[in-house]
């Protein structure tokens, strides 16, 4: 009984307190480094310089989330059919596509950010709270010298 007593006094509370929030803290913070997974696969089309872009949204949380998929403005990429940005309720894996036309050596950037959920996803998902993440991954495409064909 003697033992338990120490948590009557307001600075041992405290302490404990401050402890779990750390803990908590700590934990958290672990989490938010890993959201999402990106992967981008860029493959030709049948005409020289054209590609479709996929890019791979995995969501690593047990908890839907509402994010925001697009490709980062690039003077040496032309759209084919729209430079369209994506916003969708990602409970697992999901895929988003792009059809463009390279002018250059050029770097492709696709992004997803985690974003406010503004009635995107079901009434009964678990949301995750958070809406400030984002994450992105690159690609290097070349455009060969000789042929003016671009590599990948």
Known sequence: MASLQILYQPQAVIHILILCLILELASGQDN????????MEVSLMNKANEFTVTLTVTNKMDKCMVVKMSIEDNPNIKYIS???????CICTVN???WDIQVSANTILQGKAEVVPAKNICPDDENIF?????????????????????CLT
Do not use: C, D, H, M
């Not at 709270?129 to 064909?149: A, F, H, K, M, N």
């Open 32 to 39: 938010r480094n890993n959201l999402l997974s990106l992967n």
């Open 82 to 88: 729209a430079k369209a940005t994506y916003t969708a």
């Open 95 to 97: 895929n988003y596509f």
């Open 129 to 149: 709270p958070v809406t400030s993440y984002i994450e992105t991954v690159t690609r290097e495409i070349l455009v060969s010298p000789q042929t003016g064909r």
